[in-house]
């Protein structure tokens, strides 16, 4: 669907993380930092927003690129990156969740629950990863980077959490299904006060009802006094689509979902072929 006049200056950028700015090996390459260099001298923001954590950003491979605001766990929340400070959040409550979050520790499903910035899996998620059809590169961040806890609902109640997100990975079954996937998504879905998606690696990620990446996004250009008209948001996955679709221009990878690129002013090359560097040439550089 093409939006009129996509050729306005653009003032901010925003980049979703994993199948965009990650290649399948989940790294940033080289001729995307040099772009996204060249976009900022340029004079555009750049952001990341991602279904990510805080803590989960690749802050070290993007060293060389000044990123001084990220938009968090699918708009969760939003942070100025100089001193961490979250400057919108939108969360859920975790006591009212306390039912949702029963039903999925009886599912064998791998729980991620983003709190403050920082995540936590409950201890009887991490033998789960070994059975899941995802990269290394996310087997590993499962693994090693999330934060242990022995009894999540003695946590929700003890911290009183306020969730920002929840990320629930599903193991891959004889079958080729994913195992317990279709009885949590019509769960989930039936929760009003949730929004549910597809973030990825065939997971299903909820945040607050009526938040998604385009709500932080609107958030920081309003902050930073730069229309939506001359934002751009590239993305990939469902979690992408409410900021393709609500930027001034939307740009879909070449190895997006089918219904991501439908929305899409456009659609570059694959995460493997740099499609980043492509599409910050076109539009910014050019």
């Known amino acids: 669907m093409q939006k009129t006049e996509n050729e306005k200056k653009v003032q901010l950028l925003a980049l979703d993380v994993d199948g965009t700015l990650f290649g399948t090996d989940g790294r940033v390459t080289a001729a995307s930092v040099k772009a996204l260099k060249c976009a900022q001298e340029k004079g ?9 954590d805080y803590d989960g950003m690749p802050w070290d491979q993007l060293a060389e690129v000044q990123l001084d605001y990220t938009v968090t766990t699918n708009g969760g929340a939003v942070y100025r990156t100089g001193d961490r400070k979250c400057l919108y959040e939108a969360c859920m409550d975790g006591k009212k969740l306390l039912p949702l979050f029963e039903f999925l520790l009886e599912k064998e499903v791998y729980i991620s629950v983003f709190i ?23 087997k590993e961040n499962l693994k090693a980077k999330r934060n242990r806890l022995d009894d999540l609902i003695q946590y929700i109640k003890e911290h009183d959490a306020q969730i920002q997100k929840t990320t629930l990975n599903f193991q891959k079954a004889p079958d080729g299904s994913y195992l317990n996937r279709d009885e949590v998504k019509t769960y989930l879905e039936a929760c009003a006060e949730i929004h549910v998606v597809d973030g990825g690696f ?6 607050k009802t009526g938040i998604s990446k385009a709500t ?71």
Request: aromatic share 6%; hydrophobic share 40%.
């Open 202 to 207: 065939a997971n299903l990620e909820f945040t």
């Open 216 to 286: 932080g996004i609107r958030f920081l250009a309003e902050l930073l006094q730069i229309p939506m008209e001359q934002t751009m948001a590239i993305g990939d996955s469902e979690n992408d689509i409410e900021m393709i679709s609500e930027c001034g221009i939307g740009i879909a990878m070449g190895n997006a979902l089918d219904h991501i690129k439908e929305v899409a002013d456009d659609v570059t090359t694959t995460n493997d072929e740099e499609g980043i560097a492509h599409a910050v040439e076109k539009y910014i550089l050019a």
């Open 44 to 52: 555009v923001q750049i952001i990341l927003a991602s279904g990510r």
């Open 116 to 138: 403050d910035g920082v995540n936590y899996t409950p201890a009887q998620c991490f033998p789960y990863v070994e059975h899941m059809d995802v990269p290394e590169y996310v």
